[in-house]
């Protein structure tokens, strides 16, 4: 298998407008156990053969009806990928909701916006919150 078809995970960063992001979007997983009840950034898992940008479309329009534009990608230390407590690596993007309104459909039972300069509000999974402190960080902090 060439490295493109290998599984990955991949996730957005759904802020309310790409050009001057406010809120963010939360989600909180339902599964599996040792993840219920924290947030993630909504993504999954990439399919045998699908680009990631393709996946990233599919798991948010399956997981919260959304159909999304994507944004750069933010990138993380490892190649541009972010750790994972698995052996798999987080690639992130950017994302703005340009049809549907989001709801938790699958995988999640919360959903929440977190206002500008509470993006840590929530109990991340601890690579999730790695990757949001960096992005405040980069956006010159709350
Ligand atoms: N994470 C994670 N953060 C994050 C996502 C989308 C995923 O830490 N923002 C982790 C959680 C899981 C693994 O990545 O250990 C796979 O994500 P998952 O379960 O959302 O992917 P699915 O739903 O595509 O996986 P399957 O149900 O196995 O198909």
Do not use: F
């Not at 960063?13 to 924290?38: E, F, K, N, Y």
């Not at 798991?59 to 994972?84: C, F, K, N, S, Y």
């Amino acid at each position: 298998m060439s490295p493109k078809h290998q599984t990955c995970v991949v996730a957005a960063a759904i802020v309310d407008r790409l050009d001057r992001p406010a809120r963010l979007l939360a989600a909180r997983r339902t599964a599996p156990p040792a993840l219920a009840g924290q947030w993630e950034l909504p993504g999954g898992k990439t399919e045998p053969g699908e680009a990631p940008a393709d996946a990233l479309l599919r798991e948010l329009r399956e997981e919260l009806g959304v159909r999304v534009r994507l944004g750069a990608q933010i990138t993380g230390p490892l190649d541009g990928h972010w750790p994972l407590a698995s052996a798999l690596t987080l690639r992130l993007w950017w994302a703005e909701i340009v049809d549907g309104e989001p709801m938790p459909l699958q995988d999640h039972d919360q959903i929440r916006w977190l206002e500008a300069g509470r993006w840590l509000d929530v109990a991340w999974i601890p690579a999730d919150r790695t990757a949001v402190s960096e992005m405040v960080r980069r956006a010159g902090g709350p």
